[in-house]
């Protein structure tokens, strides 16, 4: 019987993993997640962090006899010398019994095809004698790489055997030995390791908002905080929210050494470089430059976006949408709008990069490690650009199941209610009927917004307006209006005006000018030739009238149209842009 109060002095995980143990129906444990962090080891009243091996080896297999630990690059080692010479006696007895005379000093091989017949036979002595063990093999996804059996190295597939005997034989259940298998990625792992019965997994998750607290409140102690910071702890702990006590550690062993007092600006910097160095290539952050008052031709997506940066700021999250799928034709602003998004709200927005990877289980494991910054991390917002591309869906095939498997761990990851609120989804396509509906179905994206191409004379001069702060253009032209008619009126996208500014400044530089005239923007309406794709573009705006959740949001000329009409026109214009 395990006593409370050791099991109240360990992380939820280990105490997990020594009830586990405790009820010797499993011996193998296949440790994952945040496995390369600090683990707080709590001993006669004192906490210290150290190494995940360290705990182990300290706190929950201290009383063990003998206890090892075995990775490719160091070979076998072990935690102090008895266990060290009571193997080299074991493998110095053993090369005596096979060659019949007294063997020199042995050194155990590093390669585990090699090491792990010697382990056997070893372990199963030392149960024989009634003794307690403990086999810590560290990178365990290097010596059981996920991959098909057949294409493995024969060497690697008679390690995995001996990792599924050492979990499921009898004679190592009924014994005092426990295996602990640690692996940054669980789908790294070969999956008859992972899918064993045998097996327990046991999940370390990024420290939450209280264990950081206590981290840095030891990492600290004896130094006066307000020489260090500008702020409180329990506000650098919210802001490190995402962060390892690893990365903390780099936080605050900067601001020492340099002198520099932590303050909101400096810790949200080193947290986005910090994330952006673990996840290289996953994810980036967006950097807010506008707010929402730069957003023209979309009142009431602007109102309903500021309404949720005001929950935000109220801490309502549970008022809060999972997500936002924001549709509409090309040109019409949608990136440009989540972006102004990012600097209304005050927390941390990301953009999904390409997670995807050539070898078989990366892409899963780099999606799951975006995801659990993401959990640690809240609240923050979430932008997937052209996501009916980014998803995939359900059924896809001709990957091995790897995008299947990227759509059942989004859907599931979005539908989580305890992320409500904390994990915002905005998913930004110009095609949502392309996107599975169980993607956009109510408890994930859950508001739909649409945008569309300005179609009065006023979106145009809110847009002028823009573009001509956005782009930092000197001009005494008041409207483009007189010259818009000039040019036929014709249909144009928020991204087409925008071009046409930027020529007009383009052709006032040419001419030696900072100042763009009227003449200058006269000449570009009547140069200019909008791309000839009429049928996509009214597709696009079609789809997105029949998508918008908000009848507010359509124009005029759609609010009332009957939806089986738009329908109607969506098929018959489907076989024309496929």
Known sequence: MIEQAYLDSLPPWAAALAVKYATHTVSQFIVHGNVRDFVP????????FVEL???LEKSLFAGRDFVLHYNRADGLTFAGAEAAKDFANFLQAYQTMLSGEKAAVVKAPRDPAQLFPLLDRYLRSRIGERKSLALIIEYAELIAPQAESGYLPEGDRATIIYLRNWADDPVFLGADITFCLITEHLLRLHEDLVRNPYSAQVAIAMPDRAEREEYIRVETQGRNWDELSEVGVNVVAELTGGLSRVHIKQVLAE???HKQRLNLALLMRRKKELIEAECFGLLE???????????????????ELRSIAQMLKQGRLDVLPMGYLICGPVGTGKTFLVACFTGEIGVPCVKLLNIRSQWQGVTEANLQKVLAIFRAMGPLGVIIDEADTWIGERDAAGDSGTSARIFGTIAAFMSDTDNRGRVIWFLLTARPDLLPVDIKRQGRAEEHLALFHPTGAHDRQRLFEVFVHKNNIQTEVKSIEAEYQAAGAPRLS???LEAILIRAKKRAVVAGREIVETADVAKVFAQFVPPVYAEEIEYQTLAAVMECTNRDLLPAEYRNLPRDEVARRLRELRPLIS
């Open 255 to 257: 601001a020492l050494r």
């Open 41 to 48: 080891l709590r001993a006669e009243g004192a906490t210290s």
């Open 494 to 496: 928020g991204a087409d």
């Open 53 to 55: 091996k360290t705990f």
């Open 285 to 303: 952050f967006i950097e807010p430059k506008y707010n929402l008052d730069l957003v023209a031709g979309a009142d009431e997506a602007v109102a």
